[in-house]
């Protein structure tokens, strides 16, 4: 059993002034791994005075000086990796391999913002006059739990290679993973206030850094409804703010694609994370005419997936992150029956065998309408929906027939075919025959998932503003 009751302000390990306190249940075997004292509001507003205070220094820093940082953090955050990696698989049931990326991703997010300082230009001549890029400011980063360390590195990197000093709210699901993330942070060894860290509760310690006029740009990850909520708790102040949001995502099997390794890689991409990543290919669009095709090897490779425990590197599909997340991951099967899917694998109900824990069964539907629930919502759990398409122009109008537009797969043995299908495609993403992102590159959402990017020169950007000195 652990207990975290402290944030991290202005340099220091400090108790929290909040009162809550919340009992952290393991979901893979439903007993209680420890308890969270939240912070509350004043926490948060010691926090953005320390940031505040932190950033009349950081402001200034130089392009070296901020390199030198995030070696720093590097450093530390790599050091940590093992700890890191079992905190995810502990709190939220993060398969292993997933935990493992994840935790060596975080580290790297900062060597990647460095490499994008290094070339990029913070002052540059643009007509007669000199464009100054200048740190926006206070940044407050709002995290989810699907991943806290990558986000919140990754959205840190950024802050500190613009020169920003920053409040960091990870997501109060999430204190196991932002406890031990905290300490490696601590260990890099950066001036007081330059980042602080709290656990809290996301319309207390959240709304606090929403509204603040102390904070000049906030940086969140998490769901739609909850990104429109700070958009507008922001626009009071006219902070800048990038949202990075909710996602249903398609994958496009061309009939020409390799499908002893296009479906594989489409049900990775469909049940990564458990099925809880804002980028899972959670409709899977097939050519009809090889539908019966694609639902035999679907069916083969699902029964063939390991459920079960997380810290088993064999295991593919661990627990959902809680009762809450297994009760609406259950109540979308349901539905998908009641509006006239036809199920082919998993189905209601643990896995055989798992008779604690929130384990939900690898769910496949075939026949599925695009207008139904399990094809409009982000279900956020392995719940994936197969689609069958007559022609490349209707495959790219189901995959554009949805309110999000973060990341969609493509798979095909014809380049340019594929290429052609990505410049149709309202996504921020598209990946060809291939699942993982390139971390220079920008991330974000077209429509409803998102306003901004992360990552690479972009992502660096948010949090700058330009500032033209013109002279006679
Ligand atoms: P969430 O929106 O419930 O919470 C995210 C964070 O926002 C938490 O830290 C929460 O405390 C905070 N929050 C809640 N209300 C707030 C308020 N009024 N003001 C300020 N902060 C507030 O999301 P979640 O359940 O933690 O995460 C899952 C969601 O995140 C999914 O929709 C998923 O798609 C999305 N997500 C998106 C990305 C991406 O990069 N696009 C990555 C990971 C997760």
Request: glycine share 8%; hydrophobic share 45%.
């Amino acid at each position: 059993m652990w207990t975290i009751n402290q944030a991290y302000i202005d340099g220091q390990f400090v108790p929290v002034q909040g009162r809550e306190i919340v009992e952290c249940i393991n979901p893979t075997t439903e007993a209680v791994m420890g308890t969270v004292t939240l912070a509350d509001r004043n926490d948060a507003k010691q926090a953005i005075a320390a940031a505040q205070r932190a950033q009349e220094v950081m402001g200034r820093t130089t392009k070296a000086e901020r390199i030198d940082m995030l070696k720093r953090l590097q450093a530390a955050v790599l050091a940590s990796t093992e700890q890191i990696r079992d905190t995810a698989i502990e709190e939220y049931g993060a398969p292993f391999a997933r935990a493992q990326w994840v935790s060596q991703y975080a580290s790297q997010c900062f060597a990647n913002a460095a490499q994008t300082l290094e070339a990029y230009d913070l002052v540059r001549p643009m007509g007669a006059a000199r464009v100054f890029m200048e740190p926006v400011g206070v940044a407050g980063l709002i995290a989810p739990w699907n991943s806290t360390a990558g986000t919140v590195c990754s959205k840190l990197a950024s802050a500190i290679a613009a020169g920003c000093a920053s409040v960091i709210k990870p997501s109060e699901m999430s204190a196991l993973q932002a406890h031990t993330l905290a300490q490696a942070l601590d260990r890099a060894g950066l001036p007081n206030g330059v980042f602080n860290i709290l656990l809290g509760r996301g319309d207390e310690v959240g709304d606090e850094i929403s509204t603040s006029p102390l904070i000049a740009k906030i940086s969140f990850t998490g769901s739609t409804p909850t990104g429109k909520r700070i958009a507008r708790a922001g626009v009071e102040t006219l902070k800048r703010v990038s949202l990075a949001l909710t996602g249903k995502s398609a994958s496009i099997v061309l009939e020409d694609a390799d499908f002893n390794i296009a479906i594989p890689l489409a049900l990775n991409a469909a049940f990564m994370n458990n099925g809880q990543a804002c980028v899972a290919g959670t409709r899977l669009l097939v050519p009809r005419a090889r539908l019966k095709e694609v639902i035999e090897r679907v069916k083969t490779l699902v029964a063939a997936m390991v459920v079960g425990n997380p810290q088993d590197p064999a295991t593919d599909i661990g627990p959902l992150v809680s009762r809450a997340q297994y009760d609406r991951v259950q109540g979308f099967i349901r539905r998908g029956h009641e509006q006239g899917a036809t199920l082919i694998a998993g189905g209601e109900g643990r896995p055989v065998g798992l008779e604690k824990g929130y384990f939900v069964q690898p769910t496949v539907f075939a026949d599925v309408d695009n207008d139904m629930d399990i094809a409009r919502e982000e279900i956020f759990g392995p719940v994936l929906s197969i689609l069958a398409y007559d022609s490349e122009a209707h495959a790219i109008d189901i995959a554009n027939a949805t309110i999000y537009g973060l990341q969609a797969y493509v798979f095909s043995q014809q380049q340019e075919r594929a290429n052609h299908i990505a410049s149709r495609l309202e996504a921020g993403t598209v990946l060809i025959n291939r699942i993982v992102p390139d971390l220079l590159a920008p991330f974000g959402g077209f429509k409803q998932s998102g306003i901004g990017r992360e990552f690479g020169i972009l992502g660096l950007e948010a949090f700058l503003e330009a500032k033209t000195v013109a002279s006679q």
